[in-house]
């Protein structure tokens, strides 16, 4: 069973950058997919990126898509989601999440989440 620890978030003006990453433990990472999610007060979680086991499969939600990247080291185990030219309502919490193999932009499909890291993003 995998445990992940997502960190790097922040406090950044418009049109800043943040790096978030998420580490793995536990488990054998090179096989996990990984996806972070995001929720702002009062609303539901959203899909933000994902990233399937090799890495060669992405998906982005269509308000980050050239903007954030997602990428993999299993060497550190980590994923990665790299935020460019941030906007205010990109304020969230922001969580990663794993399964195995394949990735997937449905929150119900991912067993393992870590603790959430807070965005803010302000004008």
């Known amino acids: 069973q995998v445990q992940l620890a997502d960190s790097g978030g922040g406090l950044v003006q418009a049109g800043g950058s943040l790096r978030l990453s998420c580490a793995a433990s536990?488990?054998?990472?090179?096989?996990?997919?990984v996806g972070w999610f995001r929720q702002a007060p009062g609303k539901e979680r959203q899909f933000v990126a994902a990233?399937?086991?090799?890495?060669?499969?992405?998906y982005y939600a269509d308000s980050v898509k050239g903007r954030f990247t997602i990428s993999r080291d299993n060497a550190k185990i980590t994923v990665y989601l790299q935020m460019d030219s941030l906007k205010p309502e990109d304020t969230a919490v922001y969580s990663c999440?794993?399964?195995?193999?394949?990735?997937?932009?449905?929150?119900?499909?991912?067993?393992?989440w870590g603790q959430g890291t807070q965005v803010t993003v302000s004008s």
């Open positions: 999440a794993a399964r195995e193999f394949d990735a997937s932009t449905a929150s119900m499909d991912y067993p393992y």
């Open positions: 536990g488990g054998t990472f090179s096989r996990y997919a």
């Open positions: 990233i399937n086991w090799t890495g060669r499969t992405i």
